[in-house]
């Protein structure tokens, strides 16, 4: 019940993502229980595959950013920052067709990940970041946050903790959800099977980070798993009119 003035409320999956200790004004993702039974295979020792992805922005210095002759992506925050997000060092780029149906129309060389970096990618390395799963690979994720203000964890320190097992897996009735907040400066592991294949967006709920590259690509699978494409089906440009001359 809530009395006269009193307009607070409870939220779930808070941004701030401070998640232990008790709260009344919040509930985190980590602090719920599944009410479904879950996959025994999800909870083995040893998933099939592993990733580490640690997230960042890089902060440009307007000398570098406003080059003559050059056209970057950036997000002018609060502050007069000019950032972009990276994951395991890459901003994302959109390919110029989707992979589902036009996946031979995309150069081969546009596709990268934290292994395979194109040649001259700098610091804002940006390429089209695609992961490749197996088909019903039982997969781990270690979301890592790196802010660079208070550098209390990064990718070579959650190695660093996995190796010697004191990453914090939640075995017993782990929530199912399909997004959660990251901790400022901390990390989030989740799994799931990857059972139905093709090209599956992974990418952060704010829109203004989308647009600077927080998200890449999880491939599930191959071609031989998806069913044929339509032949009929329409294409990029498809949908442009031929433009008539009268003379």
């Known amino acids: 019940m809530f009395q006269a003035g009193d307009f607070s409320t409870t939220v779930l999956n808070p941004l701030d993502a ?7 004004e919040a509930i985190c993702v980590s602090q719920l229980r599944n009410a479904k039974k879950v996959e025994e295979a999800l909870l083995q020792e040893r998933p099939d595959v592993k990733i580490f992805l640690p997230f960042r922005f890089l902060f440009y210095k307007p ?48 596709f ?64 199912s959800k399909d997004t959660i907040a990251v901790p400022n400066n901390g990390y989030v592991i989740f799994r799931f099977r990857a059972d139905n294949p093709g090209f599956w967006l992974f990418h952060c709920h704010f829109l203004f980070h989308i647009v600077i590259g927080m998200n890449l690509i999880v491939h599930v699978g191959t071609q031989h798993d998806l069913p044929p494409v339509p032949h009929s089906f329409p294409k990029c440009g498809d949908h442009v009119p031929p433009i008539t001359l009268i003379h």
């Open 63 to 110: 000398e570098d950013l406003f080059k003559p002759n050059t056209y970057n992506s950036f997000l002018a925050a609060t502050g007069g920052d000019h950032v972009i997000s990276l994951i395991d060092e890459i901003s994302f780029k959109f390919p110029p067709s989707p992979p589902l149906s036009q996946l031979d129309d995309i150069d081969p060389e546009m």
């Open 18 to 24: 401070i998640c232990h200790k008790p709260r009344r």
């Open 112 to 175: 990268c990940n934290g292994d395979n970096r194109p040649i001259d990618c700098g610091e804002n390395c940006q390429c089209t970041h695609m992961v490749d799963i197996p088909l019903n690979a039982i997969v781990e994720v270690v979301l890592v946050d790196e802010d660079q203000n208070v550098k209390k964890i990064n990718l070579k320190h959650a190695l660093d903790l996995d190796r010697r097992g004191l990453l914090h897996r939640q075995f017993n009735l782990p929530p």
